[in-house]
């Protein structure tokens, strides 16, 4: 069973930026996908990025396609979400999620394994 372990929120003002980790550990994740999800209060989930580790395929939502960048260390345990030219509404809690089969078809990343999650505040 794979365990994941988020770090790297906090507070900053928009247009600055944090990079998010996400440690992996447990069963190998070689042939699968982490995915990063945000929860805000009383809204649904929404699925942000996805890396594969088998072939590096990547997947981002519309509404951070351009200002975050997902990647992923060579030992193939950890994923980095960085996150550029922030907006308050980014603001919310950030999960990673695991292992999803493919970063190709689309997947509710909250169905999946995940961490306790790092809460990104994006305020003046």
């Known amino acids: 069973q794979v365990q994941l372990v988020e770090s790297g929120g906090g507070l900053v003002e928009p247009g600055g930026s944090l990079r998010l980790s996400c440690v992996t550990s447990?069963?190998?994740?070689?042939?699968?996908?982490i995915g990063w999800f945000r929860q805000a209060p009383g809204k649904e989930s929404e699925d942000v990025s996805c890396?594969?580790?088998?072939?590096?395929?990547?997947y981002y939502a519309d509404s951070v396609r351009g200002r975050f960048t997902i990647s992923r260390d060579n030992a193939k345990t950890t994923v980095y979400l960085q996150m550029d030219s922030l907006k308050p509404e980014d603001t919310a809690v950030y999960y990673c999620?695991?292992?999803?089969?493919?970063?190709?078809?689309?997947?509710?990343?909250?169905?999946?394994?995940r961490g306790q999650g790092t809460q990104v505040t994006v305020s003046s």
């Open positions: 999620a695991a292992p999803l089969p493919s970063c190709n078809a689309r997947y509710n990343f909250a169905d999946f394994a």
């Open positions: 447990g069963s190998s994740l070689v042939n699968y996908g």
């Open positions: 890396i594969s580790f088998r072939d590096g395929t990547t």
